[in-house]
């Protein structure tokens, strides 16, 4: 990944995925909290951060869509029509759920993550892209491999020409199950070349300076390990992960 300074804040990106010019995506960075419902902060300051991040992206903060992650199996496919979903506050957020997919233009779906692997794909033949948020729960219902599978039987993708970055998140010397290699198994199982895999490498809890980690901070009201990124409370913020069609 590189890490870049837009407009004096500080993101990361994907070497992989920057490469398309059809595509935006991002990983913001502390102290930016783009959580409504962890880390602490009021609403109208996790407002501010996130229209921060939108200003310096150029991009609508309407163009963006949050989803309530419950450490589940569930894919959305998302439209136009879910524009700006939960953008101003997390009751709107696309609820239950922890991958979205959109074939539509102008659309930044978001995975939020605190430790849990946020995980951004494009398929640059069909033209669509995904969010995937697996924590330690998620990984173990196989979210990503499903979220492909839905690729495939759905909008007749070929996991071959699926390009995935696999994000910041807590790494296996500071976490008991290595979600970077669960993670990265389940995209080769499910025929993604391993050239089109770009691993970030970067835990959370190292790098802490940079990235949200709720084991570091304390865990989710105070107990360790949970690795809730969208817990509705917690002493840590979450950043985001996106990615958009132009």
């Not at 994907?14 to 913001?28: C, D, G, Q």
């Amino acid at each position: 990944m590189l890490k870049k300074n837009v407009s004096s804040l500080s993101f990361y990106f994907f070497e992989n995925l920057s490469k398309y010019k059809e595509i935006s995506h991002f990983v913001s960075t502390k102290p930016l909290n783009i959580s409504f419902s962890a880390g602490g902060d009021d609403l109208r300051q996790t407002e501010i951060n996130r229209r921060l991040i939108a200003k310096a992206l150029k991009i609508s903060l309407n163009s963006f869509v949050f989803m309530w992650q419950i450490h589940g199996h569930k894919i959305q496919i998302v439209t136009e029509k879910e524009r700006g979903r939960g953008v101003k506050n997390s009751n709107d957020e696309i609820i239950g759920v922890d991958a979205m997919i959109t074939k539509s233009p102008k659309v930044m779906i978001c995975a939020k993550a605190a430790d849990c692997v946020p995980i951004l794909m494009f398929d640059p033949v069909k033209r669509i892209v995904a969010a995937v948020h697996a924590g330690r729960k998620g990984t173990e219902l196989q979210i990503l491999k499903l979220t492909i599978d839905k690729l495939k039987n759905e909008f007749r993708s070929n996991p071959k020409d699926l390009i995935v970055g696999v994000g910041p998140s807590i790494g296996p010397c500071h976490y008991e199950v290595d979600l970077w290699r669960e993670n990265k198994t389940q995209l080769l199982e499910s025929g993604v070349l391993e050239k089109n895999i770009e691993m970030s490498n970067i835990c959370t809890y190292c790098q802490s300076d940079d990235f949200f980690s709720a084991r570091k901070d304390g865990g989710v009201s105070g107990k360790p390990a949970l690795l809730a990124s969208a817990s509705r409370s917690g002493p840590t913020g979450r950043f985001a992960a996106g990615i958009m069609l132009q």
